[in-house]
């Protein structure tokens, strides 16, 4: 694409339909006059007269306490300099969009056609009762430091001037990480900082607070080494003034351990990033081209870590790693300010963040295989939703204990949840799930384990304490897939079928027992222990692995006909079902039967929903079943009416105990006020169901993937219900995190069939102590 052509698209963005990027959007209803009445006069009085009482009431009844203000005067605008207020407003939209995907803060952007430092601030602080807190931005040196200094000492909310402090923090992390892995310690390091504007003294300061010696750091502007001896220095520069007889940036890089360019493209050479000591630390992030190309330092010395500010490298100091929850964690404790305590929690919360093992959905986002920390992933991705939590929380924490939050979080598991509900990343019901898991992790086989996703899924499952993997395949072929994505599953049991003469005899046997009056001869029954899907069922049945997870690469039937033939059906199970969890906005709600039978009967949809309920109940969730159709109570004829009202008569005559009711189309399943209005009989007229059964295979199917496409689901299964022992399929071609949602839910099947048993047990032993 051209130069031109992009320039092109980035025009028809900002200006095609509504211009700009941000509105505003109503979060109370107000289609009614009654809402109208409520919002404005005359009902707003009560509110109003609530806040004149009491001031902090504007929290409570107003948007401030989720609101920050981004100001400019468009002095400073990104690389572009002094262009002014308006053309620096798309930046300030911009922001304001950062703000919100990332942390769900509300934003308005403020332009102040001003210059002068007092005009600055009298506004700004004249609007302190409107927001929770001040973002400034693109204020160039040095008015920058004295407006946000005077602000910070006269308003009352959290104020930071993120040209200066965004690019600290995250540089600062990035800093602590690197010096970890080239084995320097931060007190020792010599740090050459090429550029003398807000950001430098803003990182330099940072740096100096997180243990940096200010004799070891050299700082450079545009006529080079700052001097304590140059002549007509402003206050801001002389804190930074070297008395070391230095005079060129070359000169200052000869021998230093790190370099910290926020200056201008290309002014650092391949030697003198030569001269520097072994193991450097080089963070050029001049925008958009750094002081030296990327491809060119890391060719001239292999021992480097480098960052950039371009996206396009490893190793991005991007500022939306840090302003977007600092704001978070300030504005949900009322902090009155922004302080030093804060800002170095926010560098280590996303330091140690860089060390943790990345989610698959990081993975996914930047189309890579296994993230890992290292020298090209020193700080986290921006898409690495456990930011707003690991660095939010961070900040409310040290806010509270510095002493400058007006309200204290107790809770904080609590404050996590509504973090994430922020986010609607909401999943609550598989942390729950996984916790239950953890308590009691099982051996889990995985039929297809020469497979880069079910070797990643078992890491995380064996890392995480989920399961104990159990692999099987080509050991060969599985150890060079571990070996070239560096999966760490050491340890970890690896089984080749065609190794094991033992095991296939005694599996086959056993096969050609249940199976010789269906057909199946030893010598077939042999054959077909070839499969790992027969094997893999084999161990489960002779109990030495508790579940088996498959699918992957094949097609459902073909993965499902070994478990039914080698594993059974549970006692009284006459077919099994498939079922989904849909992880909605409103909860989770099950889906069956989707995957298993085509066009059941009334008291195949009887067997079903019997199944269904008792897996709900598994995941302590009451059961509240709706039998689907085109019909409500009987509003249509035909045969898929029929035969669901059918069997909802069976199941009220045969298990009244069970909240189910049909037949009944899917909104007024889901709409409880629908329901209510129009069918107020209805067992499902209190609350809406949470257990939805189709009337056949094709209909639940379509849904639940229309639900997960068009909805943005999380569909978690298909959860295999009615065999005797767990065997799970997942969807093929499944992803990573719904692979280790299945071995959760294998793990979770396990104990539930180990808990029924010893339940029986007891019984059985009490009825014998009582004889």
Request: glycine share 6%.
């Amino acid at each position: 694409m051209s130069k031109t052509n992009r320039k092109q698209d980035a025009l028809d963005y900002h200006s095609q339909g509504r211009p700009g990027k941000i509105q505003v959007v109503p979060t109370k209803p107000y289609s009614s006059q009654r809402d109208l009445t409520l919002a404005y006069s005359p009902g707003v009085a009560e509110p109003c007269l609530k806040i004149a009482e009491n001031k902090d009431d504007v929290y409570k009844y107003t948007a401030k306490g989720n609101l920050v203000a981004v100001i400019s005067n468009g002095t400073a605008v990104l690389g572009l300099g002094d262009i002014g207020p308006e053309a620096g407003k798309p930046v300030m939209e911009g922001k304001g969009l950062l703000f919100k995907i990332f942390a769900d803060i509300d934003v308005f952007d403020l332009e102040l056609d001003t210059k002068n430092v007092d005009d600055f601030v009298k506004i700004v602080k004249a609007l302190e009762p409107t927001f929770g807190g001040v973002n400034l931005e693109d204020i160039k040196a040095p008015e920058c430091f004295e407006i946000e200094r005077r602000l910070k000492e006269e308003m009352n909310i959290p104020v930071m001037h993120d040209d200066q402090h965004g690019t600290a923090i995250i540089s600062a992390a990035a800093l602590l990480n690197a010096c970890d892995l080239q084995k320097k310690k931060i007190d020792k390091v010599k740090i050459v900082v090429n550029g003398a504007g807000a950001a430098a003294i803003s990182c330099s300061r940072l740096y100096v607070s997180l243990g940096a010696k200010k004799e070891n750091i050299v700082m450079c502007d545009r006529t080079g080494v700052i001097r304590h001896d140059r002549e007509n220095l402003d206050a801001i520069k002389r804190e930074f003034a070297t008395t070391r007889k230095l005079d060129t940036l070359e000169e200052a890089l000869k021998d230093s351990d790190v370099f910290i360019g926020l200056s201008s493209a290309d002014c650092v050479t391949a030697e003198m990033l030569k001269s520097m000591a072994k193991n450097p630390i080089v963070f050029a992030m001049a925008n958009p081209n750094p002081e030296i190309a990327y491809d060119l330092a890391i060719s001239s010395r292999k021992d480097l870590i480098m960052a950039t500010g371009r996206s396009d490298y490893p190793n991005q100091v991007n500022n939306v790693l840090g302003f977007p929850y600092i704001f978070r964690g300030a504005l949900d404790v009322r902090a009155t300010s922004i302080n030093e305590e804060m800002k170095i929690a926010a560098v280590r919360a996303i330091a140690e963040l860089a060390r943790k093992t990345v989610p698959e959905a990081v993975n996914m986002a930047y189309n890579a295989r296994n993230i890992k920390f290292g020298k090209e992933y020193i700080i986290p991705k921006p898409m690495d939703f456990r930011l707003m939590t690991n660095v939010s929380m961070a900040v409310a924490k040290a806010a509270i204990e510095s002493g400058v939050a007006r309200k204290t979080i107790t809770d904080w598991d609590a404050y996590a949840e509504e973090l994430k509900r922020r986010l609607g990343m909401d999943d609550s019901i598989m942390r729950a799930i996984t916790n239950k898991a953890k308590s009691s992790p099982k051996r889990v086989v995985f039929a297809e384990a020469d497979n880069y996703k079910i070797l990643k899924a078992a890491q995380i499952v064996k890392d995480d304490n989920i399961a104990i993997p159990i692999l099987l395949g080509n050991k060969e072929v599985i150890q060079q897939i571990i070996d070239e994505n560096a999966l760490e599953l050491d340890g970890v049991q690896i089984i080749e079928p065609a190794l094991e003469p033992e095991r296939m005899k005694k599996y086959a046997e056993s096969l050609y027992n249940k199976r010789q009056r269906r057909g199946v001869t030893l010598f077939e029954a042999h054959k077909l222990l070839r499969d790992r899907n027969y094997f893999g069922a084999s161990m489960v049945e002779f109990g030495e692995a508790d579940a088996m997870i498959s699918g992957l690469t094949k097609n459902y039937v073909s993965t499902i006909k070994p478990a039914l033939q080698v594993i059974g059906t549970e006692e009284g199970v006459n077919r099994v079902a498939g079922m989904y969890m849909m992880m909605t906005e409103k909860g989770p709600v099950f889906f069956g039967d989707t995957t298993v039978n085509v066009d059941p009967t009334a008291q195949e949809l009887v067997d079903l929903t019997l199944l269904l309920e008792k897996s709900v109940r598994k995941f302590n969730i009451q059961p509240r079943i709706a039998l689907l159709s085109y019909s409500n109570f009987g509003s249509n004829e035909g045969t898929v009416p029929e035969k669901v009202r059918q069997a909802v008569k069976i199941l009220h005559e045969k298990h009244p105990n069970i909240i189910v009711d049909g037949d009944m189309q899917g909104n007024f399943a889901i709409n409880n006020d629908m329901l209510k209005e129009n069918f107020p009989f209805s067992r499902l007229a209190d609350e809406p169901a949470n257990t939805l059964v189709f009337p056949n295979l094709e209909s639940g199917n379509i849904a639940y993937k229309l639900l997960q496409e068009l909805g943005g689901a999380e569909a978690v299964g298909p959860i295999l219900l009615g065999l005797k022992k767990p065997v799970h399929i997942v969807q093929l071609g499944s992803s990573v995190r719904e692979i280790v949602n299945m071995i959760t839910i294998a793990v979770l099947d396990v104990q539930g069939k180990e808990e029924t048993l010893n339940t029986k047990r007891r019984g059985i032993l009490n009825r014998i102590a009582k004889k």
